[in-house]
């Protein structure tokens, strides 16, 4: 059985104690800082400043460095490709109609490093919160409970209908199969995987019916003299005095943000 | 506490003009609180549907037609699902059971659903932590636990509950040797505990843990009888398909001498998976034709990675795989199925075709074999399948599938077969089929490569190799490395 989507980094920091609900705040304002300050030092500090926030708590250069790969194609191709697509400022290189500019040039760096910041913003959640916290944290925001809960077993099993499409592939090939030809050939040749995969992913989704049901998903609990009691969380969400803190914070460098803004920019 | 009474069940039919299907007839038992009843029966004998029916998840979820009396816990089951709690169900396969993102919110999972008050719940998620020895892993995620510790959480899960009845089905089913050990102590501290419980199984070291037991024979009952009494009555165990002692397994000649030419040629084999993960430092095998190799060793020691590199699953990292001769590097998979036979664990992973028919067809026809009708027609004959050539394989019981499987094998009748894991989960029919057809095929000349955690299989072979860690530690005829 293949390991879940999961990108929790287990520590015991005090970002990883933080709730859930205030990271989630941290994360948008992040969002909005990266969006209304348009600046490179700007977007490079808050890059710098989210790298030393989550090596401080623990979160090894190894796991960051994962996040810079996967994003190393998207950044590539906003360098290359968006400086032609706004260029400003003094030309520095002109091939027929394409311009190298100065301003396209500054305009790709801001891009990338905002892409970056995002993702960043995002990491910074995921690596420090676990699923069963975040998914507490969407339901206590008004998401109903079977929604967070689909939304976990959905992180839970994609990776296991991967896993089932690999091993029909494996089992395919051990037996001669063999995909080649044109795309659309292949296309056809992969369509017995893919049955068998829906099939596979439907029996899954069968036994989990069974296994819920047999925890008590869906059907009333009830004491021994037959009364019915709701479900229970444990470890439930509390803003302890640090959480406040931390929100105030995010909240009152997002108004300084906006006044600066208003007060400055119009 | 626990109650059956003439109780049968239907499952619906699933469409494609097939009857519905008769799993229980007239099962009948009555089991007093505190008490274990074992339920023994080979693979397809409604073991697992008795226990969906008691748990009262059958028909409510499955469909299908019950009749009869079935009570558990005071409850009438038939007639309302008990409430979240009273009966525990252990299903056979635990991996499917576990859904959380860590081992102790598995655990908590069931507690919330029962309403438990949430300072309360921290300690009976120690307390059933502890008592299945999971404490150490209690963050980890359960989908990178061994298969014993992946039964210990579902039962553990299960247990917390405090269910008055707990259902446990095959919970040795599909373990290695270190697995079942594992899960088995575990059983025996539930059983001493004084809970009242209900297993189904095809093994005696199981079945020993409760006092009485009945055997299911194609849905229908025998009544309970002192297990003590049952086991030894081996001539019907053997005879309902549950056991297959090895007095009774076939021999494994192969007629005149063996050729010493090789077949297999391994040479300073290293492989490490792209997550960096090395499993194997510097393999070097060879394996003449028709030999009839062991592959033995603990989890994770490579057996599976080697084996992988006969059909061409896997690639070197660094050394060579040479195989009739050939370097398999500059040859596609699709080539090397026409020399390796290739049969994978889990089969109901493994069948992907709309019948039984075209699943045999599929590897004849895409090797370009001749005679495909004779081929997969002597392959289903072979293995009692021709009365499901156009069932879809899906819906087959494991024992079944994993029959179309082997018959999958059989029809492209390679000189070489690999083998990972071929008797994980096989009831005694199923070893006897396995057993008789791998006999027949070392009678033709066929080279055996088998990864196995039996050793009394392994005792069969020429010769038993042992891996640890990526590496050959033993290589030698059986006597000298199973002592």
């Given at each position: 059985?293949?390991?879940?989507l999961?990108?929790?980094?287990?520590?015991?920091?005090w970002?990883?104690?933080?709730?859930?609900?205030?990271?989630?705040?941290?994360?948008?304002?992040?969002?909005?800082?990266?969006?209304?300050?348009?600046?490179?030092?700007v977007?490079?500090?808050?890059?710098?400043?989210?790298?030393?926030?989550?090596?401080?708590n623990?979160?090894?250069?190894?796991?960051?460095?994962?996040?810079?790969?996967?994003?190393?194609?998207?950044?590539?191709?906003?360098?290359?490709?968006?400086?032609?697509?706004?260029?400003s400022?003094?030309?520095?290189v002109?091939?027929?109609?394409?311009?190298l500019?100065?301003?396209?040039?500054?305009?790709?760096?801001?891009?990338?490093?905002?892409?970056?910041?995002?993702?960043?913003?995002?990491?910074?959640?995921?690596?420090t919160?676990?699923?069963?916290?975040?998914?507490?944290?969407?339901?206590?925001?008004?998401?109903?409970?079977?929604?967070?809960?689909?939304?976990?077993?959905?992180?839970?099993?994609?990776?296991?209908?991967?896993?089932?499409?690999?091993?029909?592939?494996?089992?395919?090939?051990?037996?001669?199969?063999?995909?080649?030809?044109?795309?659309?050939?292949?296309?056809?040749?992969?369509?017995?995987?893919l049955?068998?995969?829906?099939?596979?992913?439907?029996?899954?989704?069968?036994?989990?019916?069974?296994?819920?049901?047999a925890?008590?998903?869906?059907?009333?609990?009830?004491?021994?003299?037959?009364?019915?009691?709701?479900?229970?969380?444990?470890?439930?969400?509390?803003?302890?005095?640090?959480d406040?803190?931390?929100?105030?914070?995010?909240?009152?460098?997002?108004?300084?943000?906006?006044?600066?803004?208003?007060?400055f920019?119009? | 506490?626990?109650?059956?009474?003439?109780?049968?069940?239907?499952?619906?039919?699933?469409?494609?003009g097939?009857?519905?299907?008769?799993?229980?007839?007239?099962?009948?038992?009555?089991?007093?609180?505190g008490?274990?009843?074992?339920?023994?029966?080979?693979?397809?004998?409604?073991?697992?549907?008795?226990?969906?029916?008691?748990?009262?998840?059958?028909?409510?979820?499955?469909?299908?037609?019950?009749?009869?009396?079935?009570r558990?816990?005071?409850?009438?089951?038939?007639?309302?699902?008990?409430?979240?709690?009273?009966v525990?169900?252990?299903?056979?396969?635990?991996?499917?059971?576990?859904?959380?993102?860590?081992?102790?919110?598995?655990?908590?999972?069931?507690?919330?659903?029962?309403?438990?008050?949430?300072?309360?719940?921290?300690?009976?998620?120690?307390?059933?932590?502890?008592?299945?020895?999971?404490?150490?892993?209690?963050?980890?995620?359960?989908?990178?636990?061994s298969?014993?510790?992946?039964?210990?959480?579902?039962?553990?899960?299960?247990w917390?509950m405090?269910?008055?009845?707990?259902?446990?089905d095959?919970?040795l089913?599909?373990?290695?040797?270190?697995?079942?050990?594992?899960?088995?102590?575990?059983?025996?501290?539930?059983?001493?505990?004084?809970?009242?419980?209900?297993?189904?199984?095809?093994?005696?070291?199981?079945?020993?843990?409760?006092?009485?037991?009945?055997?299911?024979?194609?849905?229908?009952?025998?009544?309970p009888?002192?297990?003590?009494?049952?086991?030894?009555?081996?001539?019907?165990?053997?005879?309902?398909?549950?056991?297959?002692?090895?007095?009774?397994?076939?021999?494994?000649?192969?007629?005149?001498?063996?050729?010493?030419?090789?077949?297999?040629?391994?040479?300073?084999?290293?492989?490490?998976?792209?997550?960096?993960?090395?499993?194997?430092?510097?393999?070097?095998?060879?394996?003449?034709?028709?030999?009839?190799?062991?592959?033995?060793?603990?989890?994770?020691?490579?057996?599976?990675?080697?084996?992988?590199?006969?059909?061409?699953?896997?690639?070197?990292?660094?050394?060579?795989?040479?195989?009739?001769?050939?370097?398999?590097?500059?040859?596609?998979?699709?080539?090397?199925?026409?020399?390796?036979?290739?049969?994978?664990?889990?089969?109901?992973?493994?069948?992907?075709?709309?019948?039984?028919?075209?699943?045999?067809?599929?590897?004849?026809?895409?090797?370009?074999?001749?005679?495909?009708?004779?081929?997969?027609?002597?392959?289903?004959?072979?293995?009692?399948?021709?009365?499901?050539?156009?069932?879809?394989?899906?819906?087959?019981?494991?024992?079944?599938?994993?029959?179309?499987?082997?018959?999958?094998?059989?029809?492209?009748?390679?000189?070489?077969?690999?083998?990972?894991?071929?008797?994980?989960?096989?009831?005694?029919?199923?070893?006897?089929?396995?057993?008789?057809?791998?006999?027949?095929?070392?009678?033709?000349?066929?080279?055996?490569?088998?990864?196995?955690?039996?050793?009394?299989?392994?005792?069969?072979?020429?010769?038993?190799?042992?891996?640890?860690?990526?590496?050959?530690?033993?290589?030698?005829?059986?006597?000298?490395?199973?002592?």
């Open positions: 059985m293949s390991v879940a999961d990108f929790y980094v287990h520590r015991e920091s970002l990883h104690r933080l709730d859930p609900r205030v990271k989630l705040w941290g994360m948008l304002v992040g969002f909005a800082t990266a969006f209304l300050l348009p600046s490179l030092i977007q490079g500090v808050l890059l710098l400043g989210l790298h030393l926030l989550l090596l401080g623990g979160i090894p250069w190894r796991v960051l460095r994962g996040l810079w790969r996967q994003m190393a194609l998207l950044i590539v191709l906003i360098l290359v490709l968006q400086p032609f697509f706004a260029p400022g003094d030309v520095l002109a091939v027929g109609p394409l311009r500019t100065v301003g396209g040039l500054v305009q790709a760096g801001l891009f990338a490093t905002r892409t970056l910041a995002i993702a960043f913003c995002v990491g910074a959640l995921l690596f919160t676990d699923q069963r916290a975040l998914v507490q944290a969407f339901v206590r925001l008004g998401l109903p409970y079977t929604w967070g809960l689909t939304f976990s077993l959905t992180l839970r099993f994609l990776p296991a209908i991967q896993q089932l499409f690999v091993t029909v592939r494996e089992a395919q090939a051990a037996r001669g199969w063999v995909a080649e030809g044109n795309l659309f050939r292949r296309f056809r040749e992969y369509l017995p995987v049955v068998a995969v829906i099939i596979g992913t439907l029996r899954m989704s069968d036994r989990l019916t069974l296994a819920l049901a925890r008590g998903m869906g059907a009333p609990a009830q004491t021994p003299d037959s009364v019915s009691v709701q479900r229970t969380v444990w470890r439930d969400l509390r803003m302890r005095s640090t406040w803190l931390v929100f105030t914070g995010i909240t009152l460098g997002l108004l300084a943000i906006s006044f600066w803004l208003f007060a920019k119009g | 506490m626990l109650v059956a009474e003439h109780l049968n069940f239907a499952y619906p039919s699933p469409g494609l097939l009857p519905a299907t008769e799993a229980l007839r007239d099962v009948a038992f009555h089991l007093e609180t008490g274990a009843l074992a339920v023994m029966g080979a693979s397809g004998s409604g073991k697992s549907t008795l226990c969906h029916v008691l748990a009262g998840l059958a028909p409510r979820y499955t469909g299908g037609h019950v009749s009869g009396v079935a558990a816990a005071g409850y009438d089951i038939l007639a309302t699902p008990p409430p979240t709690g009273a525990g169900l252990l299903f056979q396969d635990a991996a499917t059971q576990l859904f959380t993102p860590t081992v102790e919110d598995e655990v908590a999972w069931g507690l919330e659903a029962l309403g438990t008050p949430p300072s309360h719940i921290g300690a009976q998620v120690e307390e059933a932590l502890a008592r299945f020895g999971l404490l150490g892993v209690r963050t980890r995620s359960p989908w990178v636990l298969g014993g510790q992946q039964k210990r959480l579902a039962l553990a899960a299960v917390a405090r269910p008055r009845v707990l259902l446990l095959e919970p089913g599909g373990l290695d040797p270190q697995g079942r050990a594992e899960v088995l102590a575990a059983l025996e501290t539930l059983a001493q505990g004084g809970a009242t419980l209900l297993l189904t199984t095809f093994r005696p070291q199981a079945a020993a843990l409760a006092p009485t037991t009945l055997v299911l024979t194609d849905g229908a009952s025998t009544p009888a002192s297990t003590a009494e049952v086991l030894r009555d081996e001539t019907q165990l053997v005879e309902a398909g549950i056991l297959y002692p090895p007095y009774l397994w076939p021999t494994f000649e192969v007629p005149g001498t063996l050729s010493a030419t090789p077949v297999i040629t391994v040479q300073d084999l290293h492989f490490a998976y792209t997550d960096g993960h090395a499993a194997l430092h510097g393999i070097d095998l060879e394996i003449p034709q028709g030999q009839f190799v062991a592959i033995i060793g603990p989890n994770g020691a490579g057996k599976s990675t080697l084996l992988r590199h006969f059909n061409g699953l896997l690639r070197p990292t660094r050394g060579t795989v040479h195989v009739q001769g050939k370097d398999a590097a500059g040859r596609t998979t699709g080539d090397l199925a026409r020399a390796v036979g290739f049969l994978f664990q889990r089969p109901e992973q493994q069948l992907f075709a709309a019948t039984v028919y075209e699943e045999v067809a599929f590897g004849v026809r895409a090797l370009h074999l001749t005679d495909v009708a004779g081929r997969v027609e002597r392959a289903l004959a072979r293995f009692e399948l021709t009365a499901f050539a156009q069932t879809p394989p899906s819906i087959l019981s494991y024992g079944v599938q994993r029959a179309v499987t082997l018959a999958a094998l059989a029809a492209l009748d390679t000189p070489i077969l690999a083998l990972d894991e071929p008797a994980v989960g096989l009831d005694g029919r199923e070893w006897a089929r396995l057993l008789a057809w791998l006999a027949e095929r070392r009678a033709a000349g066929v080279t055996l490569v088998i990864v196995t955690h039996e050793m009394e299989l392994a005792a069969r072979a020429d010769r038993v190799v042992a891996l640890a860690n990526g590496r050959v530690v033993a290589d030698g005829a059986p006597d000298e490395v199973l002592g």
